[in-house]
């Protein structure tokens, strides 16, 4: 992690969940982070943690709603003005409706598709041209997936979600082809977690909170930290070295 220290990086979902955990990681090894969500109290207040804790990096929150895309570009244009652009993306946020294909209302499915795919198909290509106008040729574009998309759940309320993680899946994969295209040794990487205990569950049962917290109580679950643990490792990786797609879960899991 030594070479990232000083450097930009960009964290999507940054206010809670392994977003949190991943900003805090990376401050922690030194590195400047823009960490963006609709609502930047909570980063503010992991800012203000961070720089009491003595970490040599800095956490900078930043309001964006990624389901706009002047949003989005409002955003890449202050980091340009501002720390001269971005060598690590990490496409953290992402959202869940409980919408299933028989009965769902078309509004969830689109809002699932503006931030779960379309945002983050943004971010990378602003990412990309900001390090290409630069000349960094190591750069790094890190897509959090979810094992949704690798394995169609027998859940009705996931099969749409699970239809734009298998969309990231795909994204991951052609945009490693486009960058070795390029010509560039900018890398591209999928982190695949299972269920991770965060507040992901809550805000897609919102209106039945037992019926959350029944999730994470049913089956063993990762910690929003062993994701971030999971990014460090991926950025600790030679620059020669591609990991194309981590995926984690439990020891305990058996599927």
């Not at 991943?22 to 109290?41: E, I, P, T, Y």
Request: glycine share 8%; net charge negative.
């Amino acid at each position: 992690m030594e070479r990232w220290k000083g450097r930009v990086a960009l964290v999507t979902g940054a206010s809670v969940g392994i977003g949190a955990a991943v900003a805090r990681a990376l401050v922690q090894q030194g590195m400047k982070v823009v960490g963006c969500a609709r609502n930047v109290d909570k980063i503010e207040k992991l800012a203000a943690e961070c720089q009491s804790a003595g970490y040599t990096g800095i956490l900078i929150p930043y309001k964006c709603d990624l389901s706009n895309e002047e949003e989005i570009l409002s955003m890449f244009s202050a980091i340009k003005t501002l720390y001269q652009g971005v060598d690590v993306c990490i496409n953290n946020a992402g959202l869940s409706h409980n919408e299933p294909l028989l009965s769902g209302r078309t509004d969830g499915w689109r809002n699932m598709i503006d931030v779960n795919v379309l945002a983050l198909a943004i971010c990378t290509r602003e990412s990309y041209q900001s390090m290409k106008e630069r000349n960094v040729d190591d750069g790094h574009i890190i897509n959090i997936n979810s094992m949704a998309g690798h394995k169609v759940m027998a859940n009705a309320d996931e099969h749409f979600y699970g239809a734009t993680k298998y969309a990231v899946t795909a994204l991951t994969e052609g945009l490693r082809q486009e960058l070795r295209e390029a010509k560039t040794h900018i890398r591209a990487t999928c982190i695949s977690p299972g269920i991770v205990e965060t507040e992901f569950a809550f805000r897609h049962h919102n209106s039945d909170p037992e019926k959350a917290a029944a999730v994470y109580e049913s089956i063993k679950c990762l910690k929003a930290e062993d994701i971030a643990s999971a990014v460090r490792y991926v950025l600790s990786a030679p620059p020669h070295v591609q990991i194309g797609d981590v995926q984690l879960r439990p020891v305990e899991q058996v599927s």
